[in-house]
């Protein structure tokens, strides 16, 4: 398996994760099977609503369930995620998506990801994953 740390690993998807740079996406914490990433909403992401696009919110969300379902040291890729908007995302809005591991098997494992502005959960999110044997190096 991989002797790198979920710290380093992380660290090292995103430098080559362009999409997740232009997010402005900050890492909190890192750990197995966990992670906590924050980001601020810019003009540039609202929609003709003046609301963030929902796709801003997806793609945090997206990012967190990557770092932490890769941070076992093997890649994982998704299979499948929904997301549920629960309350409006505005310029200027800073988020903070707290990603949890909730089964881990020896292919697929399952995530949920809640995306908060100020402790408030503005989105839900769950993802499915799969789990390849390409080492994290």
Not at 7 to 27: N, P, Y
Not at 51 to 59: F, L, M
Not at 125 to 132: A, H, L, S
Request: net charge neutral.
């Amino acid at each position: 398996m991989s002797l790198l740390s979920p710290k380093e690993i992380v660290e090292k998807m995103i430098d080559q994760d362009a999409f997740s740079q232009w997010l402005g996406i900050r890492i909190l914490s890192v750990s197995k099977g966990g992670c906590s990433i924050e980001m601020t909403v810019r003009e540039e992401m609202v929609n003709g609503f003046r609301v963030a696009h929902g796709g801003i919110t997806y793609s945090l969300a997206d990012s967190a369930l990557a770092f932490a379902s890769n941070s076992h040291g093997q890649h994982a890729l998704s299979i499948e995620t929904a997301i549920s908007h629960t309350s409006p995302v505005l310029p200027g809005d800073q988020l903070v998506a707290i990603a949890k591991e909730l089964q881990s098997g020896q292919r697929l494992a399952r995530y949920e990801v809640t995306v908060q502005r100020n402790y408030k959960t503005v989105a839900l999110f769950k993802g499915t994953v799969f789990k390849n044997d390409t080492p994290w190096t």
